[in-house]
């Protein structure tokens, strides 16, 4: 398991650039409830935008049900996750990061994902909303074995 930035994590970062990495640590030890634990209880998180197998109405999954609910159908199907995030931008409480999130599933499998993922904070650090921009159909043509 890796989780790879281009951005330097020992410079002070914006708050919505430190969420979103330690949402993306929490993903790749496993830890639902560390993870849970990074949002709002009115958080809404979106991955993928739109209707997808993970949210057949594309209404987003909403507070910590929803999420814990996403977490064991998606998240907890993974054997394991690449984080590589290439490069980041962060404006005001929210931040816009470019990379590829590659999956190992069951079965000997890999998937590539390339996205964009939108991470917004309130205040006090934590997730309000988050929004990955990515296509099924492209991911899926990356499945190999391995």
Known sequence: MTVKVSWDED???????????????????????????????????????GPSGFDPEGNGHHGHDGLAAFWDNAIAKVDRFDFTMRDSHAAGNEVANVGTITSYLPGGYRVDTDLITVYKVDDHGKIVSMRAFWEVQRAAATARQV
């Open 11 to 49: 410079a002070t970062q914006p708050p919505a650039r430190v969420a979103a990495l330690r949402s993306m640590r929490a993903v790749d030890a496993g830890e639902k409830a560390e993870w849970l634990g990074l949002f709002s209880d009115e958080a809404v998180l979106e991955d993928p935008v």
